[in-house]
């Protein structure tokens, strides 16, 4: 089987997490998109592992998922406190940085 | 060269003096004037010391050297601290020392009143180790410090009464006007490092003939520059009446006998710089001669009794810039007549000193009259010094003048009979001004403010300007006497040996300058003694006295050229920083502020803009290596 296929694939992953962190106002899914984006990227790293015949993208792989779980520690504990103190999980509504 | 430890003594005691009075303050306002007078009479017996070891020794060892500490060391740049007291620097370290001291005890007197004398003592001390320094510095580094030092002394003593406005401006005006010198000596020395590649007196005489002529010629202009700066000569000479601001004491000792003479010696010493260069040497005698008629004109216009003799004074200085830019013939003789004027024009502003103390500081002759019968001692004393700048035989000005108005017709040419003719009809003008000072002081009808009450002198300041009459009597026939001057000088100078013939016989001369004089003297008989003098200045005046009395409009021209150029050009450059260099700072500022609240629109708040943002510049980034890599 063509190992491009691999690389459609994580590209097309992207693409709809992009879309979705752009487009989701629910700061869960913006933030299922963001892993979904960081999938693609680990499919992308072992597919041109596979090409290459060497692991380095395979130990890459497992690096990122070791700062996907911090992320999802770290980003979930964020969403929860704003929803405590908000009463909403709108990432539109935290918007208190600007100008 | 011989070697000495003392030089250093004859510039350190007074240094000391001005020191201890200036740092002990009021405390010292009983003796200080007594320490005061001690330091440069100390001076002059150390000088007396180094005369009588200079004549023991044979004419090639006579120079003495010290070196003081090594200086400057950068890279081939090397000047160490070094005094040079050669056949040239003794006699002003004797003029210096000498009538300095005459001066400051005339002052203990003079200066009684004044509850700042200590201080006045000190600037005096201070302007006398200065003048040492600058005579005796073996290199034009050195000779700088101390020219720059008298520039100092002289701008604190004619500032000295600053609490009127006027005096502390005449201060000013003086130092300002001196800067300008300066900036020529600081020239001077520059060029000749560039191009010599060395400041000290015997480096770049070894090195003349080695050396273009464009540069000796700039050398010598820059020279000259200083020296008119120094010397109040043509164009820089408007300060000096102004000067008369300081006590009669700072005029008679540094406006008169020695530091404007600086200029004069400065030529002197640079002496093997202008004999190979003579473009600059003409430019000297040029300054002189204007200078000598310049101050002449406006001597014989001025009524304020002092602004009369430093008009006299400048004028006798451009006969001395004249003699030494004559060359290797006319060295000794403007040295000569240095001295001789040292004496009797320190005299003769002593002598106004002492008119000013018994007329309640009056200064306008138009207010004097009749004062000989009340000031008999002044004026003798006077009288011997009017006989002496007059020429008179055998009086001193006599023997100097009369040698640079020979040695001036003998230049030869027609540069010579101009000189020559510029020096008598100069000698004509100085007796009918002078002539006209002693008939409107001492001669004629009372004047006088109804207050004025005048008196003879304390013997503390008549005894100098009794000394200094002697001076101006005798002076001139002792220095002269079998040449003794020149062949004291003799070594210094480089000589051609061809024997010149004389353009006029010595004795016709002295015929001639003595006519003139009796012409000058005869017409301010008939214009100030016959005809009663008015007390108050007549206005009905014609064109040429009015111009006069304003100094020949040297103020005005100098207004004109210079300050008003000057002020504009400053106005101008405040503008062009203004709008230009801080115009640039601010748009700076304003450029980054301005960008800043532009670009603060994109900060939305919204995660979701920022996210997108995000995704544009890493697709326009990874477009751009795209765009590279193919």
Not at chain 2, 354 to 373: F, I
Not at chain 2, 476 to 504: C, I, M, T, V
Request: one cysteine or more; proline letters at 3%.
């Amino acid at each position: 089987m063509d190992a491009a296929n691999y690389l459609y694939l994580s590209a097309l992953l992207f693409t709809i997490g992009a879309v979705g962190v752009v487009v989701r106002r629910n700061a869960i899914v913006v933030f299922m998109c963001v892993e979904l984006m960081l999938n693609a990227a680990n499919l992308a790293f072992v597919t041109f592992s596979r090409i290459n015949g060497d692991l380095n993208g395979q130990v890459v792989a497992f690096f990122t998922m070791v700062v996907a779980a911090c992320e999802v520690v770290v980003g979930l504990a964020i969403i929860v406190t704003i929803y405590r103190s908000r009463r909403s999980a709108s990432v539109d509504d935290a918007s208190l940085l600007k100008r | 060269m011989t070697t000495s430890n003392s030089l250093v003594y004859l510039i350190a005691l007074p240094l000391l003096g001005a020191t201890i009075l200036l740092l002990a303050g009021r405390r010292a306002d009983k003796w200080g004037h007594i320490l005061g007078t001690l330091m440069p009479a100390s001076s002059f017996a150390v000088g007396l010391y180094q005369l009588s070891l200079m004549l023991g020794r044979s004419t090639e060892e006579r120079p003495v050297g010290q070196k003081l500490f090594e200086w400057i060391s950068v890279g081939s740049f090397k000047v160490d601290a070094g005094l040079l007291l050669d056949q040239l620097s003794i006699c002003f370290v004797l003029l210096i020392t000498g009538v300095g001291t005459l001066i400051h005890i005339y002052s203990i007197s003079y200066m009684s009143h004044d509850k700042d004398r200590r201080r006045f003592f000190a600037y005096l001390n201070l302007f006398i180790a200065a003048m040492l320094l600058l005579v005796l510095g073996d290199s034009y580094l050195n000779l700088y410090v101390g020219w720059e030092g008298v520039g100092l002394a002289s701008y604190l003593l004619i500032g000295f009464w600053n609490q009127k406005p006027a005096y502390a401006t005449a201060s000013k005006k003086a130092f300002v006007m001196n800067r300008v010198g300066d900036m020529g000596l600081s020239f001077a020395i520059m060029i000749a490092f560039a191009t010599v590649g060395t400041v000290s007196f015997a480096g770049i005489k070894e090195q003349v003939d080695q050396t273009s002529t464009g540069a000796l010629t700039a050398i010598g202009i820059m020279l000259l520059v200083a020296a008119a700066g120094k010397s109040a000569q043509f164009p820089l000479q408007a300060w000096l009446g102004d000067a008369m601001a300081g006590p009669t004491p700072v005029s008679a000792l540094i406006h008169a006998a020695t530091m404007v003479t600086a200029g004069v010696y400065l030529i002197t010493r640079s002496n093997f710089i202008f004999d190979a260069a003579p473009t600059a040497q003409l430019l000297v005698v040029i300054v002189g001669a204007i200078t000598l008629l310049f101050g002449a004109l406006i001597g014989t216009a001025k009524d304020d009794i002092k602004k009369a003799l430093a008009a006299s004074t400048m004028s006798q200085i451009g006969y001395m810039t004249l003699a030494a830019g004559l060359g290797p013939v006319g060295y000794a003789f403007a040295i000569m007549h240095l001295l001789t004027h040292g004496f009797f024009k320190a005299g003769m502003f002593l002598g106004a000193g002492s008119v000013m103390h018994g007329m309640n500081d009056q200064v306008n002759m138009r207010r004097y009259g009749a004062l000989r019968k009340f000031m008999p001692i002044t004026f003798v004393t006077f009288g011997l010094g009017y006989l002496a700048i007059l020429g008179v035989p055998p009086f001193a000005g006599f023997y100097s003048k009369d040698m640079i108005i020979e040695t001036a017709f003998d230049a030869g040419g027609i540069k010579g009979i101009l000189l020559g003719s510029v020096t008598l009809l100069g000698a004509g003008i100085t007796a009918f001004y002078m002539t006209r000072v002693m008939i409107l002081t001492f001669t004629g009808t009372k004047r006088w403010e109804e207050d004025a009450h005048p008196h003879e002198s304390p013997w503390l300041m008549w005894l100098p300007m009794a000394i200094l009459a002697i001076g101006s009597v005798s002076s001139g026939f002792l220095l002269s006497r079998g040449d003794a001057l020149e062949n004291w000088l003799h070594p210094l100078f480089s000589h051609s040996e061809e024997y010149q013939k004389h353009l006029l016989e010595p004795i016709v001369v002295s015929a001639l300058a003595l006519t003139m004089v009796a012409i000058g003297v005869a017409i301010a008989f008939f214009k100030y003694s016959r005809q009663e003098v008015a007390a108050v200045a007549p206005e009905n005046v014609s064109v040429l006295t009015k111009i006069a009395r304003q100094d020949l409009m040297q103020d005005r021209f100098n207004e004109a050229v210079f300050m008003r150029p000057g002020a504009q050009l400053t106005k101008a450059l405040v503008k062009t920083d203004e709008a230009v260099i801080d115009g640039a700072v601010r748009g700076v500022g304003q450029l980054a502020m301005n960008s800043g609240s532009a670009l603060r629109g994109v900060q939305s708040g919204f995660v979701r803009s920022y996210a997108a943002l995000i995704f544009v510049g890493a697709a326009l980034l990874i477009g751009a290596i795209w765009v590279v890599v193919q």
